[in-house]
């Protein structure tokens, strides 16, 4: 697949208005990906699993228009206009502009919210972009006389998504979903996510995400710098081949159902992700105390009990607390007793694995 096979040929229909919305998910990284290539392109593979409950509703209402020499949009988060999000859009409709040509024929008012709490330290630019790309592709059916494919739709919304958020490509189905090409995944992909072709344990089915939001405030550093400060990173190529290495270890891990194996590999990676920011120059740390407080709970809790209970991190101070729903009620508790009192404001989110994005009619 090459990036010229989502431009379309012509629109074939009219539409003169319409509403469009979609309700598209955040998902957690399992094998990281940081650093990232020209136009969104990742410097190495990743795996996330999709989340349930963490997600956002964006309704795309559109009206045809005269003038069609600019970008025409109003923004609102829950219900309230929201100017400062506009420029994060227009930078999105540039770049997808070749392959969805109707953005300047029409004016519109994305509607936007999000499921957790605004500010809640988790990242909505996954859950938002894919949102927003998905109803660009609702449209665009409309615009077209052939019936587009499933398989299509969803690639090219994938597509769509990761030039407005790289993550964002990994929202649009699940549950278990792998972008950048590699030799692991047959039909693995730079361009978009694919969804894991390969057998999973049951053990795996139902995975639970609570999320422990230990610091809610904005990061002192931004994803965007992160991916950058990779370019002449001294263990750059060494994270990139690891990176490579655990996507392959991963393979036997899921097919098993081997709990202790995975906890190690995705701990692993989350820390891995963390030492890339502070060797990077400039360095920096988003981790914070109540963090590292959480993750020696964790161990420690672990080592005691046997319990299957692991962590991974984004590019931030929250914790997602990772474990199968069959030991959800003794984790949970845990959980309950001894993290929350580290989170700010003591607000914790539990999610589970889900399936992608749905269209509300």
């Not at 990742?42 to 970008?71: G, H, M, R, V, Y």
């Not at 909505?124 to 949102?131: I, R, T």
């Not at 030799?183 to 969804?195: C, I, P, Q, T």
Request: aromatic residues 12%; hydrophobic residues 40%; proline residues 4%.
């Amino acid at each position: 697949m090459t990036e010229a096979q989502f431009i379309p040929q012509t629109y074939t229909e009219t539409v003169a208005q319409g509403k469009v919305t979609w309700e598209s998910p955040s998902n957690i990284a399992l094998v990281k990906y940081w650093g990232k290539k020209k136009n969104q392109i990742p410097e190495n593979p990743s795996i996330s699993f999709t989340l349930n409950n963490c997600k956002t509703i964006t309704t795309l209402t559109f009206e045809k228009k005269d003038d069609a020499s600019d970008f025409d949009f109003e923004v609102y988060l829950d219900g309230e206009k929201k100017d400062d999000f506009k420029p994060k859009i227009e930078t999105f409709f540039k770049r997808v502009e070749a392959y969805v040509p109707f953005l300047k024929d029409y004016k519109f008012v994305v509607e936007t919210r999000n499921t957790f709490p605004h500010s809640s330290g988790i990242a909505s630019s996954a859950s938002g972009m894919s949102a927003m790309a998905l109803c660009l592709m609702s449209i665009e059916k409309q615009l077209v006389l052939e019936e587009l494919s499933e398989e299509y739709f969803n690639q090219k919304a994938s597509f769509l998504a990761r030039l407005g958020s790289g993550s964002a490509c990994r929202s649009i189905e699940g549950d278990l979903i792998v972008w950048g090409e590699n030799e692991v995944v047959e039909g693995s992909s730079d361009l978009f996510g694919v969804k894991y072709p390969y057998a999973v344990h049951e053990n795996f089915k139902e995975y639970q995400d609570t999320i422990l939001l230990v610091d809610k405030g904005e990061k002192q550093v931004s994803s965007t710098v992160g991916h950058n400060l990779m370019f002449k990173h001294p263990y750059a190529q060494n994270r990139f081949a690891q990176a490579h290495d655990n996507l392959e270890k991963l393979k036997p891990i899921l097919e098993s159902g081997d709990l202790d194996a995975f906890i190690s590999l995705i701990e692993s990676e989350a820390l891995t992700l963390h030492a890339m920011m502070m060797t990077s120059m400039p360095y920096f740390i988003l981790m914070k105390p109540n963090t590292l407080e959480i993750i020696n709970k964790i161990w420690a809790f672990r080592n005691e009990t046997g319990a299957h209970i692991g962590f991974t991190l984004d590019a931030g101070a929250n914790v997602h607390v990772l474990y199968p729903k069959q030991e959800s009620e003794q984790i949970l508790e845990f959980i309950k007793n001894e993290l929350v009192a580290y989170c700010q404001n003591e607000q914790y989110i539990c999610d589970q694995i889900g399936f992608g994005a749905k269209q509300v009619q």
